[in-house]
């Protein structure tokens, strides 16, 4: 019998050879250590080497689609000592590390979040749920940190939206959503960053149901995300003529149906 034919790659193997470049024993890339946003009313973070999407809007470049020749090696404590840093500088309560995958290096992760515990420091692991979704063990891993909470962001409001925005199989939509259901299973605090850009009313719609289902409070915490065009991601979706409905700029969100 013929194997199906994936519609897409698999964002759990590309885990597997991500690693194989972004990791080395407890110490993982980072292109930046710590840098001062206004997310969250204001916030320290990293940034990590390292994804296993490959999401046409996405901001980040080199960190991404470079990770050979990006970044250098840094072990938990160096991390977690200059964003502390940082952090006590800007008065911020919460650090993290963003610009790629979060859950990248299980064991880097942890030792950074076992460091985290012993402050007064919120850390925001940021996550698009492929590696949570996939294995139901990491959710219980990550409940023993007390000063951690999870953002997991779903990459479009359904399969085929995630198809044309990641290029990975369609069947892999659905971790983010197992992801959220493992993280609640384990007492994980977590809430949910939707990419609504290129979605029509009814599918954002369609797509809060199906995170109601899992619990209706996701509702309360939801984050809409609407992408920033910055200039390499304005010309890239240009080339692949896939405009966004809406987006984000000047601190506006415009709709592209009424320019």
Do not use: W
Not at 194 to 217: Q, V
Not at 220 to 234: A, C, D, G, N, R
Request: aromatic share 8%; hydrophobic share 30%.
């Amino acid at each position: 019998m013929k194997k199906a034919k994936m519609d897409g790659y698999d964002p759990i193997k590309l885990t597997e050879t991500t690693e194989k470049v972004v990791i080395r024993e407890n110490q993982r890339k980072y292109a930046r250590l710590a840098r001062p946003l206004r997310f969250y009313g204001g916030t320290t973070s990293a940034t990590e080497v390292g994804c296993n999407l490959r999401c046409k809007f996405c901001f980040s470049d080199k960190p991404v689609r470079r990770p050979h020749s990006t970044g250098r090696f840094y072990t938990p404590e160096q991390v977690f000592n200059a964003l502390k840093k940082n952090a006590e500088k800007y008065g911020h309560k919460l650090i993290s590390a963003s610009a790629s995958e979060g859950t990248l290096g299980k064991q880097h992760l942890f030792e950074l979040l076992e460091l985290v515990d012993k402050s007064d420091f919120i850390y925001v692991l940021e996550t698009n749920g492929m590696t949570i979704g996939h294995d139901p063990e990491f959710a219980k891993e990550l409940s023993r940190f007390r000063n951690l909470h999870v953002r997991v962001s779903i990459k479009g409001t359904n399969k085929e939206e995630y198809v044309r925005l990641t290029g990975a199989m369609s069947s892999s939509y659905d971790l983010p959503y197992k992801a959220l259901e493992h993280l609640m299973a384990a007492g994980v605090s977590c809430n949910v960053c939707l990419s609504i850009s290129f979605s029509s009313p009814d599918n954002i719609k369609n797509a809060e149901e199906r995170l109601a289902e899992i619990r209706p409070g996701l509702l309360k915490s939801l984050e809409k995300e609407h992408i920033t065009l910055f200039p390499k991601v304005y010309q890239r979706l240009k080339n692949l003529n896939m405009m966004p409905k809406t987006y984000r700029y000047g601190g506006k969100i415009i709709n592209s149906n009424k320019e």
